[in-house]
Nanobody, 125 residues
């Protein structure tokens, strides 16, 4: 069992920044990757970013490339999402996810085994 706790959401004006954190606890030592997904009101959940736990390679959704940065702290079992140049369309509940096994490109929700409760991000225009 892995527990994931997100923090750092809030209300920000367009053009502003926020940094989300996701701390993993429990049986997280076999982490293959961790990812961030988001779900806006009335929309499907969508991939935001992911990072491989050992090598550190990353991938991003096209909609956030150049604005968001995913990073990790292996010692703290924590993954971060730095979000800059925020837009109103970034408004959503952001959830982190934990993936045990290799396979896929880390961008599909079904690749992940555990999910956090989510943290709300609201970007005002």
């Amino acid at each position: 069992q892995v527990q994931l706790v997100e923090s750092g959401g809030g209300l920000v004006q367009a053009g502003g920044s926020l940094k989300l954190s996701c701390a993993a606890s429990g049986r997280s030592f076999n982490t293959y990757a961790m990812g961030w997904f988001r779900q806006a009101p009335g929309k499907e959940r969508e991939f935001v970013a992911a990072i491989n736990w050992s090598g550190g390679s990353t991938n991003y959704a096209d909609s956030v490339k150049g604005r968001f940065t995913i990073s990790k702290d292996n010692a703290r079992n924590t993954v971060y999402l730095q979000m800059d140049s925020l837009k109103p369309e970034d408004t959503a509940v952001y959830s982190c996810a934990h993936k045990y096994y290799a396979g896929g490109d880390n961008s599909r929700a079904y690749e992940y085994n555990y999910w956090g409760q989510g943290t709300r991000v609201t970007v005002s225009s």
